[in-house]
Protein backbone atom coordinates (compact mmCIF):
# COMPACT_ATOMS: atom_id res chain seq x y z
CA UNK A 1 0.00 0.00 0.00
CA UNK A 2 1.84 2.93 -1.24
CA UNK A 3 1.52 5.98 1.56
CA UNK A 4 2.23 9.62 0.25
CA UNK A 5 4.32 10.43 -2.31
CA UNK A 6 5.96 13.69 -3.47
CA UNK A 7 8.16 14.84 -6.17
CA UNK A 8 10.32 16.30 -6.75
CA UNK A 9 12.27 15.51 -3.31
CA UNK A 10 14.92 18.57 -4.11
CA UNK A 11 14.71 21.46 -6.15
CA UNK A 12 16.93 24.53 -6.63
CA UNK A 13 15.47 28.20 -7.96
CA UNK A 14 16.57 31.37 -8.43
CA UNK A 15 14.38 34.45 -6.95
CA UNK A 16 11.25 35.48 -9.52
CA UNK A 17 10.75 31.92 -10.89
CA UNK A 18 8.15 29.60 -10.08
CA UNK A 19 7.91 26.02 -9.15
CA UNK A 20 5.50 23.45 -9.05
CA UNK A 21 4.95 20.39 -6.61
CA UNK A 22 3.35 17.46 -7.05
CA UNK A 23 2.01 14.99 -4.86
CA UNK A 24 0.16 11.63 -4.66
CA UNK A 25 -2.76 10.75 -1.91
CA UNK A 26 -2.37 7.58 0.08
CA UNK A 27 -4.12 4.67 -1.69
CA UNK A 28 -8.20 5.64 -0.56
CA UNK A 29 -8.07 9.25 0.94
CA UNK A 30 -9.55 11.84 -0.63
CA UNK A 31 -8.41 14.95 0.76
CA UNK A 32 -4.99 16.21 0.08
CA UNK A 33 -3.69 19.27 2.88
CA UNK A 34 -0.47 21.34 2.12
CA UNK A 35 2.00 22.73 4.75
CA UNK A 36 5.31 24.73 4.73
CA UNK A 37 8.06 23.87 7.08
CA UNK A 38 10.71 26.14 7.78
CA UNK A 39 13.63 25.50 9.64
CA UNK A 40 13.62 25.30 13.08
CA UNK A 41 9.78 25.70 12.86
CA UNK A 42 6.58 23.30 12.81
CA UNK A 43 4.58 22.71 9.46
CA UNK A 44 2.67 25.49 9.15
CA UNK A 45 -0.67 25.16 7.00
CA UNK A 46 -1.18 26.36 3.28
CA UNK A 47 -4.27 25.17 1.91
CA UNK A 48 -6.52 21.81 1.96
CA UNK A 49 -8.38 20.32 -1.33
CA UNK A 50 -11.54 17.92 -1.40
CA UNK A 51 -13.21 16.87 -4.54
CA UNK A 52 -11.10 19.41 -6.51
CA UNK A 53 -12.10 22.61 -4.61
CA UNK A 54 -9.72 24.28 -2.47
CA UNK A 55 -11.72 24.12 1.26
CA UNK A 56 -9.49 25.55 3.66
CA UNK A 57 -6.25 28.00 3.22
CA UNK A 58 -3.79 29.89 5.59
CA UNK A 59 -2.19 32.59 6.21
CA UNK A 60 -0.04 32.33 2.64
CA UNK A 61 -0.27 34.98 -0.11
CA UNK A 62 -1.95 34.50 -3.26
CA UNK A 63 1.39 33.75 -5.22
CA UNK A 64 0.48 30.16 -3.21
CA UNK A 65 -2.02 28.18 -5.17
CA UNK A 66 -3.17 24.87 -5.51
CA UNK A 67 -5.47 22.34 -7.73
CA UNK A 68 -6.58 18.39 -6.82
CA UNK A 69 -7.32 16.65 -9.84
CA UNK A 70 -9.92 13.75 -10.38
CA UNK A 71 -8.10 11.14 -8.82
CA UNK A 72 -7.60 12.73 -6.03
CA UNK A 73 -3.40 13.62 -6.88
CA UNK A 74 -2.52 17.56 -6.14
CA UNK A 75 -0.31 20.06 -7.15
CA UNK A 76 1.20 23.44 -5.19
CA UNK A 77 2.63 26.25 -7.21
CA UNK A 78 4.42 29.15 -5.83
CA UNK A 79 5.07 32.18 -8.48
CA UNK A 80 7.33 34.72 -7.84
CA UNK A 81 9.44 32.71 -5.39
CA UNK A 82 10.89 34.90 -2.77
CA UNK A 83 14.18 33.68 -0.69
CA UNK A 84 11.63 33.22 2.11
CA UNK A 85 10.02 30.80 0.61
CA UNK A 86 12.92 28.03 1.06
CA UNK A 87 11.74 25.38 2.97
CA UNK A 88 10.40 22.13 3.19
CA UNK A 89 7.34 21.56 1.41
CA UNK A 90 4.89 18.35 3.20
CA UNK A 91 2.05 16.87 1.62
CA UNK A 92 -0.50 15.22 3.52
CA UNK A 93 -3.24 13.07 3.27
CA UNK A 94 -6.43 12.06 4.91
CA UNK A 95 -10.04 10.73 4.28
CA UNK A 96 -13.05 13.40 4.46
CA UNK A 97 -15.36 12.24 7.45
CA UNK A 98 -12.91 10.92 8.97
CA UNK A 99 -12.82 10.96 12.63
CA UNK A 100 -9.26 10.96 14.10
CA UNK A 101 -7.79 13.97 12.70
CA UNK A 102 -4.79 11.64 11.47
CA UNK A 103 -3.19 13.12 8.23
CA UNK A 104 -0.47 10.77 6.96
CA UNK A 105 2.39 13.21 5.58
CA UNK A 106 4.94 12.48 2.47
CA UNK A 107 8.92 12.79 2.65
CA UNK A 108 8.59 16.08 1.42
CA UNK A 109 9.86 18.55 -1.29
CA UNK A 110 13.26 20.31 -0.10
CA UNK A 111 12.90 24.00 -1.86
CA UNK A 112 15.82 26.14 -2.08
CA UNK A 113 15.15 29.76 -3.28
CA UNK A 114 18.73 31.62 -4.28
CA UNK B 1 1.35 34.77 17.08
CA UNK B 2 2.43 31.61 18.27
CA UNK B 3 -1.41 29.47 19.35
CA UNK B 4 0.35 26.07 20.17
CA UNK B 5 3.77 26.77 22.24
CA UNK B 6 6.70 24.03 22.92
CA UNK B 7 8.71 26.10 25.05
CA UNK B 8 11.23 23.33 25.94
CA UNK B 9 13.15 22.80 22.44
CA UNK B 10 14.87 19.18 23.73
CA UNK B 11 14.57 16.80 26.62
CA UNK B 12 17.55 14.06 26.89
CA UNK B 13 15.92 11.01 29.34
CA UNK B 14 16.88 7.43 29.98
CA UNK B 15 16.37 4.50 28.19
CA UNK B 16 13.64 2.87 30.27
CA UNK B 17 12.26 5.97 31.74
CA UNK B 18 9.51 8.35 31.32
CA UNK B 19 9.38 11.03 29.05
CA UNK B 20 6.83 13.84 29.85
CA UNK B 21 6.34 16.57 26.35
CA UNK B 22 4.68 19.42 27.50
CA UNK B 23 2.44 21.78 24.59
CA UNK B 24 0.70 24.95 25.81
CA UNK B 25 -2.30 26.32 23.55
CA UNK B 26 -3.62 29.75 23.38
CA UNK B 27 -6.85 29.55 21.02
CA UNK B 28 -9.64 28.68 23.24
CA UNK B 29 -11.61 27.29 20.26
CA UNK B 30 -9.56 24.45 19.47
CA UNK B 31 -11.23 21.38 20.35
CA UNK B 32 -9.16 18.45 18.91
CA UNK B 33 -5.21 17.67 19.50
CA UNK B 34 -2.48 15.59 18.07
CA UNK B 35 0.90 14.54 18.65
CA UNK B 36 3.21 13.72 15.56
CA UNK B 37 6.28 12.12 15.26
CA UNK B 38 9.26 13.28 12.48
CA UNK B 39 12.51 11.25 12.20
CA UNK B 40 15.48 12.94 9.67
CA UNK B 41 14.51 13.02 6.35
CA UNK B 42 10.84 11.53 7.00
CA UNK B 43 7.26 13.31 7.16
CA UNK B 44 5.46 13.33 10.43
CA UNK B 45 3.81 10.45 11.45
CA UNK B 46 0.58 10.33 13.25
CA UNK B 47 1.11 9.14 17.34
CA UNK B 48 -1.86 9.38 19.40
CA UNK B 49 -5.08 12.32 19.30
CA UNK B 50 -7.46 13.65 22.00
CA UNK B 51 -10.91 15.59 21.60
CA UNK B 52 -11.64 18.40 24.10
CA UNK B 53 -14.37 16.16 25.69
CA UNK B 54 -11.68 13.64 27.08
CA UNK B 55 -9.08 14.20 29.34
CA UNK B 56 -7.00 11.70 29.00
CA UNK B 57 -5.86 9.23 25.79
CA UNK B 58 -3.94 6.08 26.08
CA UNK B 59 -2.74 4.18 23.66
CA UNK B 60 0.29 1.38 24.64
CA UNK B 61 3.19 3.33 25.55
CA UNK B 62 1.83 6.86 24.89
CA UNK B 63 -0.75 8.72 26.80
CA UNK B 64 -1.89 11.93 26.11
CA UNK B 65 -3.51 14.37 29.28
CA UNK B 66 -5.34 17.02 28.17
CA UNK B 67 -5.62 20.05 30.62
CA UNK B 68 -8.09 22.87 29.36
CA UNK B 69 -8.28 25.15 31.83
CA UNK B 70 -4.85 25.41 31.56
CA UNK B 71 -4.76 25.18 27.78
CA UNK B 72 -2.37 22.33 28.32
CA UNK B 73 -1.27 19.09 27.59
CA UNK B 74 0.98 16.64 27.86
CA UNK B 75 2.54 12.94 26.00
CA UNK B 76 3.87 10.92 28.10
CA UNK B 77 5.82 7.93 26.75
CA UNK B 78 6.54 5.11 29.49
CA UNK B 79 9.10 3.50 29.02
CA UNK B 80 11.12 5.62 26.62
CA UNK B 81 13.35 3.27 24.36
CA UNK B 82 16.01 4.74 22.08
CA UNK B 83 14.07 4.21 18.91
CA UNK B 84 11.42 7.09 20.09
CA UNK B 85 14.37 9.59 19.85
CA UNK B 86 13.19 12.29 16.84
CA UNK B 87 11.05 15.35 16.98
CA UNK B 88 8.02 15.40 18.26
CA UNK B 89 5.23 17.76 17.22
CA UNK B 90 2.41 19.24 19.46
CA UNK B 91 -1.02 20.08 16.57
CA UNK B 92 -3.98 21.45 17.35
CA UNK B 93 -7.50 21.91 15.14
CA UNK B 94 -10.50 24.18 15.77
CA UNK B 95 -13.24 22.45 13.73
CA UNK B 96 -12.69 18.60 14.69
CA UNK B 97 -10.84 15.88 13.20
CA UNK B 98 -9.65 16.63 9.49
CA UNK B 99 -9.53 20.24 9.80
CA UNK B 100 -6.40 22.31 9.38
CA UNK B 101 -3.68 21.96 11.44
CA UNK B 102 -1.69 24.48 13.80
CA UNK B 103 1.45 23.00 15.23
CA UNK B 104 3.87 23.99 17.77
CA UNK B 105 7.93 24.37 16.99
CA UNK B 106 8.97 21.00 18.18
CA UNK B 107 10.62 19.12 20.68
CA UNK B 108 13.86 17.06 20.09
CA UNK B 109 13.78 14.17 22.27
CA UNK B 110 16.48 11.87 22.93
CA UNK B 111 16.55 8.83 24.78
CA UNK B 112 20.04 7.37 26.19
CA UNK B 113 20.86 3.74 26.03
Known amino acids: DAGVTQSPTHLIKTRGQQVTLRCSPK?????VSWYQQALGQGPQFIFQ???????QRGNFPDRFSGHQFPNYSSELNVNALLLGDSALYLC?????????????FGEGSRLTVL | DQQVKQNSPSLSVQEGRISILNCDYT??????FLWYKKYPAEGPTFLIS?????DKNEDGRFTVFLNKSAKHLSLHIVPSQPGDSAVYFC????????????FGKGITLSVRP
Open chain 1, 92 to 104: ASSLAGGNTGELF
Open chain 1, 49 to 55: YYEEEER
Open chain 2, 91 to 102: AASAHGANSKLT
Open chain 1, 27 to 31: SGHDT
Open chain 2, 27 to 32: NSMFDY
Open chain 2, 50 to 54: ISSIK
